[in-house]
């Protein structure tokens, strides 16, 4: 399950994304837009986004936010059904997955 904090919108600045991933000891955060006073899921995006899109090109890192370089395929299960979908998914080749 995703903790919380690791949730931002966005607009979230790269260098950001990093700190939190550090500070929470995750390799991802997911990207959620506001819609009707709901965070909806959108994306998500890893630190191997990071290396691969920004630091191994030698790019500004202060020139990119979050929602440039997200992965859009993110899939929603229901909290009660993760674990079994964790598994199922895992099986299919590490398809990130959300339970919001």
């Known amino acids: ?5 690791s949730v931002r919108d ?5 260098p950001e994304a990093a700190q939190l ?3 929470y000891h995750v390799g991802d955060l ?9 965070r909806v899921p959108v994306g998500i995006v890893t630190d191997r986004d990071i ?4 630091i191994s ?4 890192i ?3 936010k979050v929602g440039d370089i997200m992965s859009l395929q993110l ?5 009660r059904k993760v674990y079994l979908k964790q598994f199922a998914y895992a099986r299919q080749g590490n398809t990130p997955y959300s339970d919001y």
């Open 21 to 23: 991933m550090r500070r």
């Open 1 to 5: 399950m995703q903790p919380r904090s």
């Open 62 to 64: 202060n020139e990119f």
């Open 10 to 14: 966005r607009e979230t600045s790269i």
């Open 30 to 38: 997911v990207v959620v837009d506001e819609i009707d006073g709901k």
């Open 51 to 54: 290396v691969i899109e920004i």
């Open 75 to 79: 899939i929603s299960v229901q909290e």
């Open 57 to 60: 090109q030698s790019l500004d």
